[in-house]
């Protein structure tokens, strides 16, 4: 996948954030009790900033998750959230005062993979497991975006495709964003999120989402995701 130079334009530079908030939306599928009172009600990240939190408890993938929340959200930002994820003290107002200078049509993450001028693949982020301390610093012009927290915006152009579940989603709006001249390139925080992972799905379920993004993008040669290359013949 090729960047273009000087992509986003006066134009769509004035599409940033105009009016000031306050805070933003998460948005969370109900699995596991434990985990929400456990992580996503005790972030201070999240009480810091009295984030809304909407919890889905319904058999709904990604995209249904996401529009189920959207039409109860209050804020313009919302996150969708693994409920495996704790955002520590101080990380909410960090939150706050990033997104306020991001474009508002943009994807935005917190673990991904870079593009480079010189076309080099470059992990950026920070995020932090019970076995590893993941921390590459901000992103920009992301290709690829870990699916466990994800920013979008109520007034982006881009869509959750729910053919893709729970796996690649965040991968998929990127290389939407990558693809429209009118839409800015994702974008990853340097911002510490604890994420406990467990895996909610069956490989087979992986492996189909992998299967349909190829498909979905056949015209591009490969396809970098957070779990390795996927290529087109």
Sequence with gaps: MIIKANKIDNKINERKNLNSFNSISVVVKKRNQ???????????????????????????????????????????????????????????????????????????????????????????GLKITENALIKYGIGEDI??????????????????????????????????????????NGKVLDIPIFSNEYQYQEATEFQNSSDYLKEKWKKLPKIETMKGTLINK
């Design 143 to 184: 290709i690829a975006m870990d699916d466990f927290a994800v920013f979008l915006n109520k007034n982006s152009p881009l869509k959750i495709d729910p053919l893709l579940g729970w796996h690649n989603f965040a991968t998929d709006l990127c290389i939407q964003a990558f693809l429209n001249d009118e839409v800015a």
């Design 34 to 124: 434990q985990k929400l009172n456990e992580n996503i009600y005790k972030s201070p990240g999240l009480k810091e900033i009295n984030a809304q939190i909407i919890i889905i408890d319904e058999d709904k993938c990604a995209a249904e998750v996401f529009e189920a929340g959207r039409n109860l959200a209050i804020n313009e930002w919302i996150l969708i959230l693994s409920d495996s994820c704790y955002l520590p003290k101080g990380s909410g107002f960090q939150i706050l005062q990033k997104l306020s200078e991001i474009n508002i049509t943009c994807p935005v993450g917190f673990h991904g993979l870079s593009l480079t001028n010189q076309n080099l693949i470059e992990l950026k």
